[in-house]
């Protein structure tokens, strides 16, 4: 468990963003699930212990694609474990059954995240462990979301408006890692994922271009890689990804057994060729026909 906060996070300690010495690639990354800074009262407040609490991070994503500045891309990383609060979701959806007080009726009670478990603020880790030894009040949630859903969705609004204004186009690009056994939690269980799982919110949120240039790219490696299947996108790509207005955003899972111990959460050797491998992959569709973008 590290709770440090990086001594170049921004003022919240809310995030941290890995800016190149020149951007000179139309891309910017995000890895909003590989947090590690775990509050104190919270982990005081879980019924788990801090290594089941850690089953719903994707583990090192941040390291593997950390190498993206050094080839022109700024890389964006939330700080806080996606279990203590998740961006890749709207700002509010969330359990009533999880607290003491109603909920406003702006909060989206009843989406498919929520129904498993797996809203802003999640009720469960893992194969469906319970966080909480209590319910919470809406006070904390308006704390959290406030404190850190908010300023991170700040500054990837910043990162892809000043890479559109630059380059006249953005590729996003929201990094995941995705449980090689596929028994995860709601809409996912029982499927067997690949390498990689590409999410393009099945055509809607990128022009073709980009996910069939990353889906070549990886299979020219040896990589097995399906399209939307079992993860389409989240609410980052959903969000996000405008191709008509020249923002694309393609969401990308790592199967973790190539780089991680999913039992223990500890690294594999193979974590540092993914970390040199990413890069390149950047770099590929930063290479993309600008013509071809503008005309999606």
Known sequence: MDSRVPADADASGALQILAPADQR??????????GRAYPDTFIAASQLDP???????????DEIFARAPLH?????????????????????????????????????????????GLGTIARIVGQGQE?????????????RINR???????ALTDLVEA????????????????????????????????????????GSSCS????????????DRGYSVVRNAPYAGGYTTRHYGRPRVGVH??????????????????????LATLAKEMPLLIEALGQIDVAALRAA
Not at 131 to 143: G, Q
């Open 249 to 270: 955003a393609l969401q990308i899972e790592i199967n973790r057994s190539l780089y991680m111990d999913e039992r223990r959460l500890t690294r594999k050797p193979y």
């Open 51 to 61: 290594l089941a609490l850690r089953r719903s991070e994707d583990g090192y994503v």
């Open 72 to 116: 022109g891309a700024p890389l964006l990383k939330a700080l806080f474990p996606r279990a203590f609060l998740d961006t890749n979701r709207e700002a509010f959806e969330l359990d009533p059954e999880m607290f003491v007080d109603p909920l406003p009726a702006y909060v989206n009670t009843r989406s498919p995240r929520v129904i498993a």
């Open 25 to 34: 690639l139309p891309i910017v990354l995000a890895s909003p699930h590989s």
């Open 163 to 202: 890479t559109r204004l630059r380059f006249g186009l953005c590729i996003l690009i929201d990094c995941h890692s995705m449980p090689s056994s596929g028994d995860a939690p709601g809409d996912h269980a029982g499927v067997s994922p690949a390498d990689f799982v590409l999410g393009d919110c099945h």
């Open 208 to 219: 073709a271009a980009v996910v069939e240039t990353a889906e070549a790219w990886l299979e």
């Open 148 to 154: 850190l859903y908010r300023p991170y969705h700040r």
């Open 131 to 143: 966080i909480y030894r209590c319910k919470l009040d809406f006070a904390e949630a308006l704390r």
